[in-house]
Nanobody, 122 residues
């Protein structure tokens, strides 16, 4: 069972930048896909970005495309989400998750971190 620990969330001003980190407890599998999701108060959890670990292929939600970048560091197995030009609507708890399918459906993800709070204030 993969365990995930996110970090890096904090309060930031509109237009600012932030980098979230995700540390898996085990080395990625050949089929590992890692995703970032977020959940704002009163809203459903939504897809943000994902990456197929081995190939490095990625996918972004339209709302973050061009502003957020998902990346990985192979030697340390760390996953990152670089967030630029943050908006107030980016405020949410951000979760890192693991799956073996290349999908934006959160129900397909078999492991989740505890989440890290990102607050974007004007």
């Amino acid at each position: 069972q993969v365990q995930l620990v996110e970090s890096g969330g904090r309060s930031v001003e509109v237009g600012g930048s932030l980098r979230l980190s995700c540390a898996p407890s085990v080395r990625p599998f050949s089929r590992s896909v890692y995703g970032w999701f977020r959940q704002a108060p009163g809203k459903e959890r939504e897809f943000v970005a994902l990456m197929r670990w081995r190939a490095g292929s990625n996918l972004y939600a339209d709302s973050v495309k061009g502003r957020f970048t998902i990346s990985r560091d192979n030697p340390t197995n760390m996953l990152y989400l670089q967030m630029e030009r943050l908006k107030s609507e980016d405020t949410a708890v951000y979760y890192c998750a693991h799956a073996t399918e290349y999908t934006t459906n959160p129900q397909a993800y078999d492991a989740w971190g505890q989440g890290t709070q990102v607050t974007v204030a004007s």
